[in-house]
């Protein structure tokens, strides 16, 4: 049984206060108050979980605006233009006089699959050990101990040498 059920049946069975209720139960007397509200008006409803998901998202980007947004990376990408978000949002700034940020434009483009997000930080894996570490041509990480001609020297030379016939 919810914490609410229990609630509202101790103001409304038992006939107890909400004050005395709200203590008992170490809640808030605003909330007792609220749920009993609420269950005056709205009946067995009132005590299911509510959503609480904001009812409007007012900073959302239209999905009309979505749209464009895709449509003209797909147009300047086929084209061979630039097609990253800052020059998208010169675009919409060119045709409508204002243009949502160019970050809002990238969550667009990141969400709609076009841009794989890269990572921005050097892997912590890759500076463990000796803390000597490189980045390769092929762009990964790769450890610069020992791998410099004066150290293949130095470990051919320490190498035991087996003399043949002894």
Same mark, same amino acid.
């Given at each position: 049984m919810s914490l609410a059920r229990v609630v509202v049946t101790a103001i409304c069975v038992e006939g107890r206060g909400k004050s005395?209720?709200?203590r008992q139960y170490r809640v808030s007397r605003r909330w007792v108050q609220k749920l009993a509200a609420r269950f005056d008006t709205?009946?067995?409803?009132?005590?299911?979980? =509510?959503?609480?998901r904001p009812h409007a998202s007012p900073h959302?980007?239209?999905?009309?605006?979505?749209?464009?947004?895709?449509?003209?990376r797909k147009s300047l990408a086929g084209e061979g233009l630039d097609a990253g978000a800052a020059t998208i949002a010169f675009r919409l700034?060119?045709?409508?006089?204002?243009?949502?940020?160019?970050?809002?434009?990238?969550?667009?483009?990141? =969400?709609?699959?076009f841009v794989s997000p890269q990572p921005r930080k050097r892997p912590r894996a890759s500076t463990r050990?000796?803390?000597?570490?490189? =980045?390769?041509?092929?762009?990964?990480?790769?450890?610069?101990?020992?791998?410099?001609?004066?150290?293949?020297? =130095?470990?051919?030379?320490?190498?035991?040498?087996?003399?043949?016939g002894c």
């Open positions: 005395e209720v709200a709205e009946g067995e409803a009132a005590l299911e979980p =509510r959503s609480r959302c980007v239209p999905a009309e605006l979505e749209e464009e947004i895709v449509a003209l700034a060119a045709r409508h006089g204002r243009s949502p940020a160019v970050s809002a434009i990238w969550r667009v483009l990141t =969400r709609r699959g050990g000796s803390g000597r570490t490189s =980045r390769t041509s092929g762009g990964s990480w790769t450890s610069r101990t020992g791998s410099s001609p004066a150290a293949a020297r =130095r470990r051919s030379s320490t190498s035991s040498t087996i003399i043949p």
